[in-house]
């Protein structure tokens, strides 16, 4: 199975040249450490960032440079900083390329279910709402069962829905599956993991087809 930083490393390769990619909180956040040096991605955080970079080192955290999820980030050369209105009209505008989220639930057919958490006071489900219908594709990153053994990836999402229709793919600590004819097909398996163990960790429609490899990371 794949660790938070194995999922993050996984995702930064389908980050492509020129793009220009929004981070959610948590596990998308760790994304940025592991992108190629040789190609041009700027990172946009909601909270009005455009040109983060990765985390900074102990001892060199800048307690002004935050991002969404109020982490300190590192920015980098021709970076720029600017208010919550700029930020929602890139995003709403559809300048951002790909959105990469954490999840606590995600469809068959692509719905996402990533800000009530069930039992908790929550605030709401902040500028998900809006990156999740702007963005040309959305990659969650997410464990692929709950702390209970409980798939994530059902049939119908149970919690009150961020998006619907909207997700292209997932990354868990078990598989990268692809979303489409509202259902999951299974591309890639985490090193040492079975076809087998994915099968059972998966509530929704999944599709087999040939011989599924192991994650190059």
């Not at 908790?120 to 990659?139: F, H, P, Q, R, W």
């Amino acid at each position: 199975m794949l660790d938070k930083n194995g999922i993050a490393k996984r995702i930064a390769k389908e980050v492509q040249d020129g793009f220009y990619v929004n981070l959610g909180i948590g596990i998308p956040t760790l994304v940025a450490n592991f992108v190629r040096d040789d190609i041009d991605v700027e990172f946009q955080s909601e909270n009005g960032v455009l040109g983060m970079g990765p985390f900074p080192f102990k001892g060199e955290e800048d307690a002004d440079i935050i991002n969404a999820g109020k982490q300190t980030i590192t920015s980098l050369p021709g970076a720029s900083f600017f208010d919550s209105a700029t930020s929602f009209a890139m995003i709403r505008g559809k300048h951002v390329h790909l959105t990469i989220l954490g999840a606590m639930e995600v469809s068959e057919n692509g719905d996402i279910a990533n800000w009530k958490i069930p039992g908790k006071m929550v605030k709401g489900m902040g500028g998900a709402m809006d990156l999740v219908a702007s963005a040309e594709t959305i990659i969650v990153a997410m464990m692929h069962t709950n702390k209970r053994g409980e798939s994530k990836l059902l049939k119908k999402c149970s919690l009150p829905l961020t998006g619907v229709g909207c997700v292209t793919k997932v990354v868990t600590n078990l598989a990268v599956l692809e979303i489409k004819n509202n259902q999951f097909y299974l591309l890639e398996r985490a090193p040492g993991v079975s076809v087998e163990v994915i099968q059972n960790a998966t509530e929704g429609t999944l599709i087999i087809e040939g011989e599924i490899p192991e994650m190059d990371i």
